[in-house]
T-cell receptor, first 112, second 121 residues
Framework: QSALTQPASVSGSPGQSITISCTGT?????????VSWYQQHPGKAPKLMIY???NRPSGVSNRFSGSKSGNTASLTISGLQAEDEADYYC????????????FGTGTKVTVL | QVQLVQSGAEVKKPGASVRVSCKAS????????IHWVRQAPGEGLEWMGI????????SYAQKFQGRVTMTRDTSTSTVYMDLSSLRSEDTAVYYC??????????????WGQGTLITVSS
């Protein structure tokens, strides 16, 4: 049960935009719209930022947006702010002999 | 408001078992699936399994098959995660998380505060 692939780190200056990729297969990211993204600050529980590929839960800034192309999903943070510095994880439903869910390897976002 | 309150930290010896509880409030308990996710120190998130509080059906990640059991008590709106044959690699923070919608979407909208399980001789 291999994890989805994310870059280990992404950085940007305040005000810039960054994009985090999440690469899977046709059995997970490419085959279903059950992709979600989570932000996690040190010592805290993760927070849902994007669900169903591109939807934002109530209360999440519209600076966060999601998309998908083929087997790769992406999270874009525009107008980067200091408080965006955190770890980010994608997650997807994966089909197989039984259904399950898989997280990405995680990406550390640094605001320069 | 939706709340998931987990039991406290525990220290266990290798080979022992542990039970983590997750008490839900602020919504109809049987309407939403509950997932368990763990995070080893300095590592990423790992999905362990899911339970449907309406009926109690479960599905576990292959890695934990045979070692994990998830149950629920509808009278107290509590979900339990039992992990047996503990080894040092099971040292982690264990989270329960509730689905955003009433189907098993895997969109974890609400999280417990986490429970640190330390496995050490």
């Amino acid at each position: 049960q291999s994890a989805l692939t994310q870059p280990a780190s992404v950085s940007g200056s305040p005000g810039q935009s960054i994009t985090i990729s999440c690469t899977g297969t046709s059995s997970d990211v490419g085959g279903y719209n059950y992709v979600s993204w989570y932000q996690q600050h040190p010592g805290k529980a993760p927070k849902l930022m994007i669900y169903e590929v591109s939807n934002r839960p109530s209360g999440v800034s519209n600076r966060f947006s999601g998309s998908k192309s083929g087997n790769t999903a992406s999270l874009t943070i525009s107008g980067l702010q200091a408080e965006d510095e955190a770890d980010y994880y994608c997650n997807s439903y994966r089909s197989g002999t039984t259904f399950y869910y898989v997280f990405g390897t995680g990406t550390k976002v640094t605001v320069l | 408001q939706v709340q998931l309150v987990q039991s406290g930290a525990e220290v266990k010896k290798p080979g022992a078992s542990v039970r983590v509880s997750c008490k839900a409030s602020g919504y109809t308990f049987t309407t939403y699936y509950i997932h368990w996710v763990r995070q080893a120190p300095g590592e990423g998130l790992e999905w362990m399994g899911i339970i449907n509080p309406n009926g109690g059906s479960t599905s576990y990640a292959q890695k934990f098959q045979g070692r994990v059991t998830m149950t629920r008590d509808t009278s107290t709106s509590t979900v339990y995660m039992d992990l047996s044959s503990l080894r040092s690699e099971d040292t982690a923070v264990y989270y329960c998380a509730r689905d955003l919608t009433g189907n098993r979407s895997g969109w974890y909208a609400y999280w417990g505060q986490g429970t640190l399980i330390t496995v050490s001789s």
